[in-house]
């Protein structure tokens, strides 16, 4: 645990967090637009879920984004990746 974040890694790493925060604040919007769905106003109720969906779309193409940057940094380095692209 102690090499998880280095010199080398902190913009992974801070990536990683960026990701996951990003993540728990869509979970806690998507929360709240079902909680409050009975009483919000159907345009409003719209609003939230096509913000949602952009925000999810958005979330999906940045996560993918950082995959193939990793991809590319492990080809670099001689590495070979364990997934599959």
Do not use: D
């Amino acid at each position: 645990m102690r090499n998880f974040i280095t010199k080398e890694n902190i913009g992974q790493r801070l990536m990683q967090l960026f990701i996951l925060v990003a993540h728990l604040l869509l979970l806690k919007w998507i929360i709240y637009t079902l909680y409050e769905g009975g009483v919000l106003p159907f345009k409003t109720l719209m609003y939230h879920f096509l913000g949602i969906s952009a925000a999810g779309g958005l979330l999906i193409r940045f996560c993918w984004f950082y995959k193939r940057q990793y991809f590319k940094e492990l080809e670099a380095n001689g590495h070979e990746p364990k997934l599959e692209k």
